[in-house]
């Protein structure tokens, strides 16, 4: 089955300790999505890419990189782990919009826990 | 700034009632339409899309929008205990645009 994997499921890191998330899709998607939700929060997107065309929210921390090496797979690096930055990494995909449509469906994989002690 | 607001709930019914789930949006022009379903500790599964004004019907589910009235709903019918989520409701801006603006989400609870 066509799906979105994220690994691990589970993460715990120390304060400060560098941290990657990995993402890979089988849906041939071209957009890929980092998204982070805390407890009772709606899912705050931190960037996406179209391909490898990358595009940073404004609010989001210098502290969240990412990479995109191929269409299948998406990286989501925490340099500095503070204790605000335990959530839930969500990484979804969608189709390219195509000019003139509407935005389209996005596909969530399972998530990614960070635990930062 | 663009918002999609939802009631927190919890939304409480019994088993086998109509739950009736409510979303406005603050971007007039938003096109696409979402509801995700979130179980505690998951991440969010799509249910229903819609794009049009109107009803769509998918199973027990029913999505209903009225872009005059920047309002989306969800209707659950038959609800069971099973059906106990958080319910997302996520808006796709203009056109040209892949981002979504997700709600906070109202927590539905069916008792048996």
């Known amino acids: 089955d066509a799906m979105v994997i994220q690994n691990p499921r589970y993460q715990v890191t120390q304060f400060g300790k560098p941290v990657t998330l990995s993402c890979s899709q089988t849906?041939?998607?071209?957009?890929m999505y980092w998204y982070q939700q805390k407890s009772s929060q709606a899912p705050k997107l931190l960037f996406h890419?179209?391909?490898?065309?990358?595009?940073n929210e404004a609010d989001t921390p210098d502290n969240f990189q990412s990479r995109r090496p191929n269409t299948s797979f998406c990286f989501l690096d925490i340099r500095s782990p503070g204790l605000g930055d335990a959530a839930m990494y969500l990484c979804?995909?969608?189709?390219?919009?195509?000019?003139?449509?509407?935005?389209?469906?996005?596909?969530f994989g399972p998530g990614t826990r960070l635990t930062v002690l | 700034q663009k918002e999609v607001e939802q009631n927190s709930g919890p939304l409480s019914v019994p088993e086998g009632a109509i739950a009736s789930l409510n979303c406005t949006y603050s971007?007039?022009?938003?096109?696409?339409f979402f509801w995700y379903r979130q179980y505690s500790g998951k991440s969010p599964e799509l249910i229903m899309s819609?794009?049009?004004?109107g009803d769509k019907e998918d199973g027990r589910f029913t999505a209903q929008l009225n872009k005059a009235s920047q309002y989306v709903s969800l209707l659950i019918r038959d609800s069971q205990p099973s059906d106990s989520a958080t319910y997302l409701c996520?808006?796709?801006?203009?056109?040209?645009?892949?981002?979504?603006?997700f709600g906070t989400g109202t927590r539905l609870q069916v008792f048996p």
């Open positions: 890419y179209y391909d490898k065309d990358f595009n």
């Open positions: 819609i794009y049009s004004n």
């Open positions: 971007d007039r022009v938003s096109q696409s």
């Open positions: 996520a808006v796709g801006g203009s056109y040209n645009t892949d981002k979504l603006i």
């Open positions: 849906l041939n998607h071209n957009v």
């Open positions: 979804a995909t969608s189709r390219q919009l195509l000019a003139g449509s509407s935005t389209d469906t996005q596909y």
